[in-house]
């Protein structure tokens, strides 16, 4: 049988290296490329598709929300990152909320691809061995909640509690709460100590 596959990416480049290193897969059929979530989910080409391969880093957008979105347009179709910036806690993060594999940028992506695209198809996980020793880096009792998660991206991004309790719509008393938890999950002291911590252990990209 065969699988019908789009990508959405940003970058021509990669839709372009995509589409002729799939071209003379056999019973792979590129239907097309999508620079966004949206420009896809509305094409004529969604509702055929068997297998989304999804950009990690689309601008302006968190991976799991786009990996949502996809999912609540298109239910009948597994998706596979493509990943190019993903942290260990990215990887635990979208493989925990459906996805079916992450393929590194970095790696020989024509092989690794069609190797994800067919497990994805098939209802499987498949992590090619970068996305697997990066994924391997973090313990599994980090892998936080999607709200710990938010309330550490904002930290990063050098919100104060108001800021935060406003951009998520919670309480300060919420924010406290998880600054509290995740100074225990990180097994910090300070709320300063933080953000550092979790670069450190793989939550974080350096740059926040």
């Not at 990887?91 to 020989?108: D, F, M, S």
């Not at 497990?119 to 391997?136: D, R, T, W």
């Amino acid at each position: 049988m065969g699988i019908n596959v789009v990508i959405v990416d940003d970058q021509d480049i990669i839709r372009l290296g995509v589409r002729q290193s799939l071209g003379d897969v056999p019973h792979i059929t590129f239907l097309g490329g999508y620079s966004d979530v949206s420009s896809f989910c509305r094409s004529a080409a969604a509702q055929r598709t068997d297998v989304v391969l999804l950009d990690d880093s689309l601008p302006d957008t968190d991976i799991v929300q786009a990996y949502e979105t996809v999912q609540e347009q298109c239910p009948n179709a597994a998706v596979l990152i493509l990943g190019s910036q993903m942290s260990a806690h990215d990887i635990h993060r979208v493989i925990g909320a459906g996805a079916l594999g992450v393929v590194c940028k970095n790696e020989p992506v024509q092989d690794m691809l069609v190797v994800g695209i067919r497990h994805a198809h098939a209802g499987q996980v498949y992590l090619s061995p970068s996305a697997a020793l990066i994924a391997g880096r973090l313990e599994p009792s980090l892998v936080l909640t999607p709200r710990l998660d938010q309330v550490l991206h904002l930290m990063a991004r050098g919100c104060h509690v108001q800021e935060i309790a406003q951009e998520l719509s919670i309480t300060d008393r919420a924010v406290y709460n998880a600054r509290k938890r995740l100074r225990e999950i990180l097994e910090v002291d300070t709320n300063e100590q933080i953000v550092a911590e979790a670069v450190r252990r793989g939550l974080l990209r350096g740059d926040g």
